[in-house]
């Protein structure tokens, strides 16, 4: 599966953003997927996750509750509806395939990459 994240640009604390990631490929609806941030000097961290079929979904403390992952495994998107941006969340967002039908927040289970989007929050 190849991955294209788009969406990302600069916004303002409190407002929103929608993170949009095409994939190619026949396999899309057969595993999770995931989105990771990066920020400058700081590990790949996870964000969020999303079962093959849509209906599991996972967060990671930080984003929960603004933030949410969903799917349609028709068009081969993902997105990430980000809401009340903080300047933490500043960071380059990926989106990526698990090898696994089940949700998961480790980076490890990870096998496909889409080449990342900035986002950055100012006050």
């Known amino acids: 599966v190849q991955l294209q994240a788009s969406g990302g640009g600069l916004v303002q604390a409190g407002n929103s953003l929608r993170l949009s990631c095409a994939a190619s490929?026949?396999?899309?609806?057969?595993?999770?997927m995931g989105w990771f941030r990066q920020a400058p000097g700081k590990e790949r961290e996870f964000v969020a996750a999303?079962?093959?079929?849509?209906?599991?979904?996972y967060y990671a403390d930080s984003v929960k509750g603004r933030f949410a992952i969903s799917r349609d495994n028709a068009k081969n998107t993902l997105w990430l509806q980000m809401n009340s941006l903080k300047l933490e969340d500043t960071a380059v967002y990926y989106c990526?395939?698990?090898?696994?039908?089940?949700?998961?927040?480790?980076?490890?289970?990870?096998?496909?990459w889409g080449q990342g989007t900035q986002v950055t929050v100012s006050s």
């Open positions: 990526a395939v698990s090898g696994t039908t089940w949700v998961t927040s480790s980076i490890s289970r990870y096998n496909s």
């Open positions: 999303i079962s093959r079929d849509g209906i599991t979904t």
């Open positions: 490929g026949r396999t899309f609806s057969s595993y999770a």
